[in-house]
């Protein structure tokens, strides 16, 4: 839990342009990194917001 937290960390110092590569945000990076502890896993909130911003796209719809 805690090398996926300093790799969350991590995504924090990348540009937008990475991020959104990555299906994320800025902001939902920061959001999940608040909400959860320092011991725990923020990896998988991240993977799950990932997954439904490509979901969204394939299908045509503008992630909200």
């Known amino acids: 839990a805690l090398r996926?937290?300093?790799?969350?960390n991590?995504?924090?110092d990348l540009d937008?342009?990475?991020?959104?590569?990555?299906g994320l945000t800025r902001g939902?990076?920061?959001e999940v990194l608040r909400r959860h502890g320092y011991?725990?896993?923020p990896s998988l909130q991240l993977?799950?917001?990932a997954?439904?911003?490509a979901e969204q796209s394939l299908r045509g719809r503008?992630?909200?």
């Open 4 to 8: 996926n937290r300093f790799a969350a």
């Open 39 to 41: 011991a725990d896993d």
């Open 28 to 30: 939902e990076v920061q």
């Open 47 to 49: 993977t799950r917001l």
């Open 10 to 12: 991590s995504l924090a």
């Open 16 to 22: 937008e342009r990475l991020l959104n590569d990555l």
């Open 51 to 53: 997954r439904r911003r």
């Open 62 to 64: 503008k992630f909200d």
